[in-house]
């Protein structure tokens, strides 16, 4: 006990990295303000893994969605997972993923032309996305 606690004191063990995250959610497209009691999810992400996470709730029930990195243009972006909500409206996906900025959008995948990992935009639903609480700063 003596020894751990010199340890930490001292410096001998290393703290685990936090991860990183992002919120996303339903906005309202007459003033980009959250939607109260609107779908949402949590993105987490460990940028030195390259590894992330996405929980959401309140979203349409078995609708397949696409977790996408929107750049510069809006209706072309990046597919980091795909995968379909439960009967209750919640979802879950994981995968790898090292470009942490820029914009990430929750898409159901009928809005979307799907090519390998590039997603564009074919149907302009905003009221059926969720949308980051706030833009990612430089690429990790």
């Not at 980009?32 to 959401?56: H, I, K, M, N």
């Not at 090292?98 to 914009?103: D, G, H, M, P, T």
């Not at 032309?113 to 690429?139: C, M, N, V």
Request: hydrophobic share 45%; aromatic share 10%; proline share 4%.
């Amino acid at each position: 006990m003596l020894i751990l606690l010199l340890l930490l004191i001292f410096g001998g063990v290393v703290p685990v990295a936090a991860a990183q995250g992002v919120l996303l959610q339903a906005k309202n497209p007459a003033d980009w303000q959250p939607v109260a009691g609107g779908a949402t999810g949590q993105l987490s992400y460990d940028s030195e893994r390259g590894t992330f996470c996405f929980s959401a709730r309140g979203l349409a029930a078995q609708i397949e969605y696409a977790l996408v990195r929107h750049t510069g243009n809006p209706r072309d972006g990046q597919v980091l997972a795909v995968g379909r909500s439960d009967g209750d409206g919640h979802l879950q996906l994981k995968g790898e993923w090292r470009l942490w900025s820029a914009k990430f959008w929750l898409l159901p995948v009928a809005d979307l032309k799907i090519t390998g990992d590039r997603a564009e935009l074919k149907g302009w639903h905003p009221h059926r996305y969720l949308f980051e609480s706030r833009q990612l700063g430089e690429d990790n």
